[in-house]
């Protein structure tokens, strides 16, 4: 259902209207709970099965899959698990569970993802209730490699503790190795979620989450068929277009969904630290199963030097300068300084510093999968999938440096060769099901990735509903990616608009956000027609640029004040009509 916009003149009081808003937004909710109930329904389990409400914050879906593992879980065990997303959650509903469990990943430098902002939002507004009759547990997904180390979840489970909710278990903050612990804390806490012994004979069946056999543990090892450069010879950038070829994988994907590359390591990296660490690569050394040599090129992060490392190489260092920005504590001193540093280019700030092996692979983080907004739609490359990923290229302290993945997949995965892959789902940015319904993409640079995909698939799908793209780079001549499919796809009329913003060819930067200014009125009819608004790319900045015009257009082209198009927004979001896949 969709919370329709209330213009200025419509022939109601302000309170009628907040009345009118208040209830239509319970509607929602209410209609969500029963729509998004992935496990369960009352006449199926009874009434006597004890509910416990599994929820989550995901940006990227890790957290989401990990509440339907909780899910699946609590089905086994005889409960009645009611999953939803923190967005789809209303206070009032809220207030009145008594069993909670969150599952919830933290985006960018310690923000809430998207789908869990509005949720945030209103449990820190001074009127919430207090909440003494809930029990609850916080999963919290993160990376060490970030200063604020799964802050998302802190501050729920803090705000929880602040309101009177009781805790089942500690939190847990899982870095990015986390599946073994986080099952581990799932069969742990669901049995608390009741005092009441569960009666499995109410529940029909268990909850099965179907999986891929594919996974970071298992990557699927695919041939890759296509790696093409799209960048012209004179750009500043390497834009390259890669497909993998999924065979007999069983691998299957949507448009939205993100593809996972696991990489290998520059050789010439584990070389040049093998070198200063004086060490052999055929050395074995205690509880490791293969040399040293595979290790820093298969098992571990050997380019980003982790946080525990940093700290005791300027414990070692005697360097003023990394002392001066580790204690100062100023965090966008620090990443100046770390900025364009690997690890060995901090090992080599002073010569004299050194680490023992064993001490040293200690240090180390795993190696970690990259995700890549998926190119293709699957109806349209039904055996393949494809990838727009720019090479990450840099010269630094006398040294090349590369990007750990980008440049695997560019240099070192010769084409009919193999790379490990998996899928991860990202059902918070999928195709609106209305095939009638216009649609929005603000993707510059490689964020055009997914709307490749979402116009292959409306394509395939013959959606009448009309195309939006705004697409944008440095030049017209050298970055204009898939300008010939794009080209083709406006001049069939699959795209109905398609405005371009290239920075560099007029004496006055253009971007994307100022496309959206300049033709405000249709973008703001498309809008009160029920478009939906999609955006990918950077979030650090271009995200938070095109966020602003957005509110812009909607002040000055609907008449509203900053706060009711604050509030306009913010209904686009709850209507998931507003969807980022930013990073």
Same mark, same amino acid.
């Given at each position: 259902m969709k919370l329709p916009f209330i213009p200025e003149d419509a022939p109601f009081t302000g309170d009628q209207k907040?009345?009118?808003?208040?209830?239509?937004?319970?509607? @929602?909710?209410?209609?969500?709970? !029963?729509?998004? $109930?992935?496990?369960?329904?009352?006449? @199926? /389990? +009874? *009434?006597?099965a004890p509910v416990v409400n599994i929820l989550y914050g995901t940006q990227t879906g890790n957290a989401e899959a990990l509440a339907m593992d909780a899910a699946s879980a609590a089905t086994s065990r005889g409960f009645k698990p009611v999953v939803q997303g923190l967005d789809d959650v209303s206070m009032e509903a809220f207030a009145v569970m008594k069993s909670v469990i969150i599952t919830i990943a933290t985006y960018g430098e310690g923000e809430m993802p998207d789908n869990a902002g509005l949720f945030w939002e209103a449990l820190t507004n001074s009127d919430m209730p207090k909440l003494p009759e809930m029990q609850f547990g916080v999963l919290a997904l993160g990376d060490t490699g970030y200063d604020e180390f799964? $802050? =998302?979840? #802190?501050?729920?489970?803090?705000?929880?503790? @602040?309101? +009177?909710?009781?805790?089942?278990?500690?939190? *847990?903050?899982?870095?990015v190795d986390y599946e073994d612990i986080a099952e581990e804390w799932i069969n742990k806490t669901i049995p608390l979620t009741s005092d009441a012994a569960p009666q499995k004979s109410v529940v029909e069946a268990p909850v099965k989450v179907e999986k891929s056999a594919w996974n970071r543990k298992n990557p699927y090892p695919a !041939?890759?068929?296509?790696n093409q450069l799209l960048s012209g010879s004179n750009s500043d950038k390497e834009i390259r277009h890669y497909e993998f070829d *999924? =065979?007999?994988? +069983?691998? !299957?994907?949507? /448009?939205?969904? /993100?593809?996972?590359?696991?990489?290998?390591?520059?050789?010439?990296?584990?070389?040049?630290?093998?070198?200063?660490?004086s060490v052999e690569a055929d050395l074995m050394i205690d509880g490791q199963d293969q040399p040293v040599g595979d290790l820093l090129t298969h098992k571990y992060e050997i380019s980003t030097p982790s946080r525990n490392m940093i700290a005791l190489i300027e414990e070692r260092a005697e360097d003023e300068m990394l002392t001066h920005v580790v204690k100062h504590g100023d #965090?966008? !001193?620090? =990443?100046?300084?770390?900025? +364009?540093?690997?690890t060995l280019d901090l090992l080599n700030i002073n010569p004299q510093v050194s680490f023992g092996i064993d001490e040293f692979i200690k240090l180390l983080k795993p190696l970690q999968h990259r995700a890549y907004s998926i190119s293709s739609s699957p109806k349209a490359h039904p055996n393949s999938v494809h990838l727009t990923v720019a090479s990450v290229r840099w010269r630094s302290e006398d040294r090349d440096h590369c990007g750990v993945c980008s440049t695997f997949l560019a240099d070192r995965v010769e084409t009919k060769s193999k790379a490990g892959i998996f899928?991860?789902?990202?059902?918070?940015?999928?195709v609106p099901a209305n095939d009638d319904a216009p649609v929005i993409m603000v993707g510059p640079g490689t964020g055009v990735a997914p709307f490749r995909a979402f116009l292959e698939e409306r394509q395939a799908r013959q959606a009448a509903g009309k195309n939006w793209l705004f697409f944008g780079d440095q030049t017209k001549a050298d970055d204009f990616i898939y300008q010939q499919q794009l080209t083709e796809m406006y001049d069939s009329g699959l795209l109905a608009r398609f405005d371009t913003a290239f920075s560099r060819d007029q004496k006055d930067k253009v971007y994307v956000q100022h496309k959206m200014v300049e033709h405000g009125e249709e973008l703001f009819k498309w809008l009160q027609t029920g478009a939906y608004f999609y955006v990918c790319g950077d979030a650090t900045r271009m995200a938070k640029?095109?966020? #602003?015009?957005? =509110?812009?257009?909607?002040?000055? $082209?609907g008449a509203m004040s900053s706060d009711k198009a604050t509030e306009y927004v913010n209904n686009l979001k709850r209507e998931k009509r507003y969807l980022r896949d930013v990073y």
């Open positions: 907040s009345w009118l808003a208040g209830f239509l937004a319970g509607v @929602q909710s209410a209609r969500a709970m !029963t729509d998004k $109930q992935s496990v369960g329904k009352p006449e @199926q /389990a +009874g *009434l006597s799964c $802050q =998302a979840g #802190k501050l729920i489970d803090m705000r929880l503790e @602040q309101l +009177g909710a009781v805790r089942l278990v500690d939190r *847990l903050d899982c870095d !041939t890759l068929s296509v *999924l =065979a007999d994988s +069983g691998i !299957t994907y949507e /448009a939205g969904d /993100a593809l996972n590359v696991m990489p290998i390591n520059d050789p010439l990296l584990v070389e040049a630290l093998l070198s200063r660490l #965090k966008e !001193t620090l =990443a100046d300084f770390l900025w +364009g540093k690997d899928v991860s789902p990202n059902k918070a940015f999928r640029d095109v966020d #602003k015009a957005l =509110a812009d257009i909607v002040a000055n $082209q």
